[in-house]
């Protein structure tokens, strides 16, 4: 005899139009009434399908899914937490933002990057006296991790990143914070490891590059040496008919500072950067910490719109209301607008380097979105997010080759040391084929470090160790 199978379509309820967002691992109890059915339907349907399953327990995305087909209903599978995200990412609209008409300039955004001991803090401290000097007399500068200086009238915002670790984390949660990268290069030391690596996450990040060739005033300063080696990393300079601007400095001694400003006005003017200062702001956070008098404090780059004192603001899974805006010079402010850095208080909590925030339309909007991100990150954390975890596979290599389109695998190499790198790196060059490319983020010598790992998740690459072991970290 026929096993009788429920007709499911011929319900009295109509069938929802248009997508239902359901969250993964509903039971039927919650994912029925979204689709206008009872969780016995649920129930019934599956145990006719030989799934064993109750009103309560969680439910597959297959099973779901399943139920979904069979009464004609078209369903979007969501994380927990990931409905309320996208409702209220909807709230943000920043459709206006993109209107020719309100765009106007905005400073630059630039992160010195270089060589451990080559001079960056040196560049970065002498730049920012100087501008007080000049600004006020007596003015404290207060380290915020980001400040503006100004030169021939236009301003110039500095990041003061520690390291390429924050630069990357900023990357790989979206953020494309630098217009420009200067990077400072020993002239008496060359081009080093951690040279390399800035030019690669420069790179990755597609940002013009200015070289400062730091130093000149020692003894066994060679800048020729160093534009030769640059020129290995496709950083041809003007002089040699290249497009890289190089500048000759000496921070100790306060030679060249002025030149080096003044190309990146000119870099910035070719770069035609413009935001619109109306409407709500957005940004991204650079550093954050947790002060004893004044709570957490966030230091904030403004990228559209104008950060206000009283605005209702998310960042991460902090909320609030903007209490005070605090500049460089440790004076409050009134309102802040694009490429703007200053210190935020007044958020519930302390959020990460990197968090994207915005001034939300109402306290209310500010502290659901803000609760909805805590509630999902707990989730996700509880039981470990395994795509995270997982990366890219070598698997989604040959799914794109079976679709006919060509894949490239991108790679980072570590070796133990130059000969071994050399050698796997001509082995793999070798595998390419028309279907599959090869391309390099970065190659270098030495142990596995953090930053590999957060290059490598950046740029969905695939990390390759030879001969050495990843640090502690």
């Given at each position: 005899m026929q096993p009788q199978f429920t007709n499911y379509t011929n319900s009295n309820a109509p069938v929802p139009e248009g997508t239902v967002i359901i969250e993964r691992g509903s039971s039927a109890q919650d994912f029925a009434p979204k689709l206008n059915r009872t969780a016995a339907d649920v129930v019934r349907y599956l145990l006719e399908h030989g799934e064993m399953v109750t009103a309560t327990m969680s439910l597959g995305d297959e099973q779901m899914e399943l139920f979904a087909l069979e009464i004609g209903a078209e369903i979007l599978l969501v994380d927990p937490g990931q409905q309320e995200e996208m409702e209220l990412q909807a709230l943000f609209d920043d459709s206006d933002d993109d209107d020719e008409a309100l765009q106007q300039p905005r400073p630059p955004v630039i992160t010195v990057m270089g060589h451990v001991d080559h001079g960056k803090t040196t560049l970065l401290d002498k730049i920012r006296s100087a501008n007080v000097v000049a600004g006020e007399a007596g003015g404290i500068t207060q380290h915020i991790g980001a400040y503006q200086v100004e030169k021939d009238g236009k301003k110039i915002t500095f990041i003061d990143t520690p390291g390429h670790a924050a630069f990357s984390k900023m990357r790989m949660r979206g953020a494309q914070v630098t217009d420009i990268v200067v990077l400072v290069v020993a002239a008496d030391d060359g081009v080093m490891p951690q040279t390399i690596e800035a030019i690669n996450h420069a790179k990755a990040a597609d940002v013009p590059i200015v070289?400062?060739?730091?130093?000149?005033?020692?003894?066994?300063?060679?800048?020729?040496?160093?534009?030769?080696?640059?020129?290995?990393?496709?950083?041809?300079?003007?002089?040699w008919g290249g497009d890289t601007i190089v500048v000759e400095m000496s921070a100790q001694q306060n030679l060249g500072i002025d030149d080096l400003l003044e190309q990146l006005n000119v870099v910035?003017?070719?770069?035609?950067?413009?935001a619109n200062p109306e409407g709500r702001a957005k940004g991204i956070v650079l550093e954050a910490n947790?002060?004893?008098?004044?709570?957490?404090?966030?230091?904030?780059?403004?990228?559209?719109?104008?950060?206000?004192?009283?605005?209702?603001?998310?960042?991460?899974?902090?909320?609030?209301?903007?209490?005070?805006l605090v500049n460089e010079r440790g004076e409050q402010v009134k309102e802040a607008g694009p490429s703007t850095p200053v210190q935020v208080l007044g958020l519930s909590s302390v959020p990460q380097a990197g968090d994207e925030f915005r001034a939300a339309p109402d306290e209310k909007t500010a502290r659901t979105v803000g609760e909805?991100?805590?509630?999902?990150?707990?989730?996700?954390?509880?039981?470990?997010?395994?795509?995270?975890?997982?990366?890219?596979?070598?698997?989604?290599?040959?799914?794109?080759?079976?679709?006919?389109?060509?894949?490239?695998?991108?790679?980072?190499?570590?070796?133990?040391?130059?000969?071994s790198l050399e050698a796997v790196t001509e082995s793999l060059r070798k595998l390419e084929r028309d279907e599959v490319k090869v391309a390099f983020v970065h190659r270098g010598v030495g142990g596995i470090t953090e930053n590999d790992i957060t290059l490598a998740a950046t740029t969905n690459a695939t990390l390759i160790g030879f001969n050495v072991r990843p640090d502690r970290k």
């Open positions: 070289v400062a060739v730091n130093k000149i005033d020692k003894d066994n300063a060679d800048p020729q040496r160093v534009l030769t080696q640059l020129t290995e990393y496709e950083l041809v300079p003007e002089a910035a003017e070719l770069e035609n950067l413009t947790l002060d004893v008098g004044r709570g957490p404090v966030a230091t904030v780059l403004v990228d559209k719109g104008t950060l206000k004192v009283g605005d209702p603001i998310v960042a991460g899974a902090a909320w609030g209301k903007v209490r005070a909805s991100r805590e509630h999902r990150m707990r989730v996700l954390n509880q039981r470990g997010d395994a795509r995270v975890q997982r990366g890219v596979k070598l698997e989604d290599i040959f799914s794109q080759i079976q679709a006919g389109e060509v894949a490239t695998l991108n790679l980072v190499i570590k070796a133990d040391v130059h000969g």
